[in-house]
């Protein structure tokens, strides 16, 4: 089609735009007006990111043509408010911190608006039901339907969560003895700390933000320690250029590695200036105070600023650890809740995103994909897309396939030519996916025995209940694969320019990333610059690894100009790595007063880590693995640390006086597999805790008091109880099988992190099987908590996506390839279905941080499991519980009770 001029009325500003009268609305917004609040999370119409509103009412932007929309009213999330000012749904969204990675919110924002035009004062339902195709993998639903509540003037309690102070600690949050690890690494001061010559203060971190708030968290910790106010702090994350060295960001180890090491270098940063100022004001350095970065000698009244000392200056030192951070009592800020960082430029659409990038010159790719895993290329005709309009380079080099342009629709149009012309071989045979956990237990194995967590080569103990035992029970449970589902596709930005590589990546380890490029590429470490940029909720090891080697091989065709990036959604939820399938067998016997006398826990696995450091010809990285000379893809092997992988949480916390506890490692998963939130802590927890609710009714005894008296950690007894008394449990009969449930669970994340505990209410429709999440009450202990606000957003958000894997999630695949592809084939929770949450979190003053981003991912599951059970009186075991599931098994029982 011939390119023409299309006349766009947007944001009440009009414009003429020369583009092919067919383009998707979103690119010209995005790309030619520069509006990149509207996201492309799947160009298919299903996800929400897009949405802008025509003539006031709510479209997506990736399924609208600009020739359909000429001359009508045009509203992105930039155009909403008046004169600068936020509109009310933007500013709600603010004050019920209803953000986490952001990627959702402009489209929710601008759906939410077009329901208030309509609805000044909407009920729960009509919210529930206007933004039901606005999803959000992050979980932040309920926070949205309390910011919508609250912009048509009737907001919602309080908040979604209560603080109180437990038991405190001694001293301020601590390192396990010493530096912390990170500046054992990176001891430099000045990798750390940078006083800058504006005013501001700077603290860098090799971690990055992934939605979980972690900037805001160093920034707290940073200005507290350095008695600077919050408006003068700086972050810097994650970028192999300028930042320390951190590995990856994952395992909820952030604010325990990289929070510690920022307050122990605050710490020497500000003894070391006020040494020096003790000299410049000729006073005795105790008698120094020190305001918003002033220090000031109460008595004689003079004062030096850490700019007028420091401002442009290297430090010069290391951190030693000799000056010991503060104590909570001197804490300003650490503590309580604090405002996002991002938080504005995420509800008012400014560019934060890697997909946002906009360099000078950029030019746009896209590759075309083999169908599966072993498929391989056999020929294709380029010119079918070589000749196109705005096409640059088709790039080959064997099996990768791809395509440059100037435009991106372009590029799009492009690949989508290149995959038809295309002849691939595919030898991929997967097995059934309806008999996998069969499959699973047929495969070779190794076996280990966990001694005091620690998986231990050596002979299996046979499973033999106790002499004591009356009442031995067993279950079979499983979880399939789950998928990252990022609700946003990966994408990286790359340019090499006189031969060095720059990548811009929303990877979780820079480090390690430019350090695979290299290796692929054959270029020096030193010649890559990895710099993380905000991406959408990853989860894990997603495909934003793989987006930027993609990226940079293309960017070898095209050298000084940056090339952007982007998956599709069919590339996201085919070819990333998923978590693991598992099946998980328990056996517990109970003795003639009811007590526990044997525990057995048997879980069969796949790896759930597979990022290896690059070496030999293998390479973790999947376009490696398609190149004309291929590297070799990984191989897994057994993890035998404490508390990784497979293992994670398979040892319970309870007082049991036998157990037996065993991982079965399976080498060789059907599917390509890796990180994802909770690793085994998923799966171990959903079977513990389901199996313990069904140990704990064989006793006749309440499921919260039966965890009780297996719970020696006054801690883990403190978490139990608080969301018991939330959530108003009664440890009585009630009547079961009336459609209404209520469950509950616990776990500590790796047995040494957050404590949770959830009680969840549902009801299940016997006719149809669907459950409705209801009310679910959550409380938790994270030690020293440093923003509140943010800790019970990413509890919150963890209990919802662990519901949806739970309620909803599969991959799908048939014998020659993965078939779940889009939001249709691989459903997640959705607005309607997300329950109301309120969380409870127990402040323990001057105890170490916790981790907190995955502890809620494994009592979610079992909580529902034991909910629909007390609800209707069956048991799930089967991840995910779907309608079709829950009916059968209703079924069984009626057949049964016959």
């Known amino acids: 089609m011939i390119p023409q001029h299309v006349t766009l009325v947007v944001n009440g500003q009009t414009h003429r735009v020369h583009v092919e009268p067919d383009t998707p609305l979103i690119y010209v917004l995005r790309n030619d007006l520069g509006l990149k609040g509207t996201k492309a999370g799947c160009s298919l119409g299903q996800c929400g990111t897009c949405t802008v509103l025509i003539d006031g009412q709510p479209r997506p932007s990736c399924h609208v043509s600009v020739a359909s929309v000429q001359g009508r009213a045009i509203t992105t999330v930039e155009g909403l408010g008046t004169e600068g000012a936020l509109d009310p749904v933007q500013q709600a969204f603010i004050d019920e911190g209803a953000v986490q990675c952001g990627f959702c919110t402009p489209g929710m924002i601008v759906a939410a608006r077009a329901l208030l035009d309509r609805h000044p004062h909407p009920t729960d339902a009509q919210i529930r039901a206007a933004l039901t195709q606005n999803l959000c993998r992050c979980g932040a639903y309920d926070r949205v339907r309390r910011a919508i509540r609250r912009a048509a003037g009737e907001p919602v309690g309080t908040g979604s969560y ?44 090799g971690k990055a933000e992934l939605g979980q708030d972690l900037r805001t968290a160093v920034a707290m910790i940073g200005a507290d320690e350095l008695d600077v106010s919050m408006e003068r702090m700086r972050v810097v994350m994650a970028d192999t250029g300028q930042s320390p060295d951190e590995g990856y960001t994952g395992s909820s180890m952030s604010l325990e590695t990289s929070g510690n090491a920022i307050r122990y270098a605050a710490a020497q940063a500000r003894h070391v200036m006020l040494s020096v100022a003790h000299e410049e004001l000729e006073a005795p350095l105790e008698r120094l105070t020190v305001s918003d970065g002033t220090i000031s000698d109460p008595i004689t009244g003079r004062t030096v600023t850490y700019w007028e000392l420091y401002g442009g200056r290297r430090f010069g030192c290391p951190v030693t650890g000799a000056i010991p951070p503060k104590g909570e009592d001197a804490y300003a800020l650490v503590g309580r809740a604090q405002d996002r960082l991002d938080l504005v430029d995420k509800v008012m659409g400014r560019a934060r995103f890697v997909h946002d990038l906009d360099l000078p010159g950029m030019v746009h790719g896209r590759i075309a994909r083999p169908p599966a895993y072993d498929a391989r290329l056999v020929s294709v005709d380029e010119a079918a897309a070589a000749g196109m309009p705005g096409v640059m380079e088709v790039v080959r080099d064997g099996s990768f396939l791809g395509v440059i342009a100037e435009r991106e629709e372009q590029a799009v149009e492009a690949v989508e030519a290149l995959q038809r012309a295309a002849t691939w071989q595919n030898d991929t045979s997967l097995p059934p996916q309806e008999t996998l956990p069969e499959y699973m237990l047929s495969q070779p194995e190794q076996a280990f025995t966990l001694i005091d967590g620690r998986p231990v080569e050596g002979p299996i103990p046979p499973i033999e209940a106790p002499p004591e035992a009356v009442h031995t029970l067993s279950a079979t449970y499983y979880r399939p694969y789950h998928a990252h589902a ?45 710099i993380h940029v905000d991406g959408p909720g990853s989860f894990g090891h997603n495909g934003a690894d793989d987006a930027a080697l993609d990226a940079a091989l293309l960017a070898r065709a095209v050298p000084g100009r940056p090339v952007s990036l982007k998956w599709t959604r069919a590339d996201e939820h085919t070819w990333e790595p998923y978590g693991a399938a598992t099946v998980v067998q328990l056996q517990g016997s109970l003795d003639a007063i009811g007590e526990v006398v044997d525990w057995n826990h048997d879980v069969w696995g796949y790896t759930h880590v597979l990022r290896p450091r690059p070496r030999g010809n293998v390479s973790g990285l999947m376009a490696a693995w398609h190149l004309d000379k291929p590297f070799d893809q990984p191989q897994a092997r057994p993890i035998l640390s404490p508390q990784v992988g497979i293992h994670r949480n398979a040892d319970p916390l309870y007082t049991f006086p036998r157990r037996r506890i065993v991982k079965h490692f399976l080498p060789d998963s059907p599917l390509r597999v890796s990180a994802l939130r909770g690793l085994g802590s998923y799966a171990n927890v959903f079977a513990m805790e389901s199996f313990l609710d069904e140990v704990a009714e064989a006793a006749g005894v309440d499921a919260v008091q039966f965890r009780l008296r297996y719970l020696a950690d006054e801690r883990a007894r403190a978490v139990l109880e608080a969301a018991a008394e939330k959530a108003g449990w009664q440890a009585k009969e009630r009547p079961r099988g009336k459609g209404h449930g209520r469950g509950v669970a616990f776990a500590q994340y790796k047995n040494r992190q957050v404590y949770v505990a959830a009680v969840v209410d549902l009801s299940v429709d016997r006719e149809s099987g669907r459950v409705q999440l209801e009310r679910v009450v959550i409380a938790a202990d994270a030690g020293q908590i440093v923003n509140p606000a943010s800790m019970s957003s990413q509890i919150e958000g963890a209990f919802v996506q662990s519901a949806s894997w739970t309620l909803k999630e599969e991959v799908t695949f048939g014998p020659h390839g993965v078939t779940s592809d889009d939001w249709r084939s691989y459903p997640i929770l959705r607005f309607r279905e997300a329950p109301e949450i309120e969380t409870v979190l127990l402040q323990r003053p001057g105890l170490p941080f916790l981790g907190v981003g995955e502890g809620a991912m494994g009592p979610a599951p079992a909580a529902i499991s034991n909910a629909i059970y007390d609800a209707v009186g069956v048991r799930m075991r089967r991840i995910p519980f779907t309608p079709e599931r829950i009916q059968a098994a209703l079924n069984r029982d009626r057949q049964v009770q016959r």
Do not use: F
């Open 162 to 205: 209560s603080s109180r102070d437990a038991t405190a600690g001694d001293g301020a949050p601590d390192s396990a003895g010493g530096l912390p690890r990170p500046l054992r690494h990176t001891p430099d001061l000045d990798a750390w700390i940078r006083i800058g010559t504006d005013g501001t203060v700077t603290v860098l971190s």
């Open 486 to 530: 990022s609700v946003g596709p990966s994408a990286a930005v790359a340019l090499l320019d006189e031969g060095k590589l720059t990548v811009w990546t929303h990877s979780q380890g820079v480090y390690p990333v430019r350090d695979g490029i290299a290796h692929v590429l054959g270029m020096p470490a030193e010649d890559v610059r990895c």
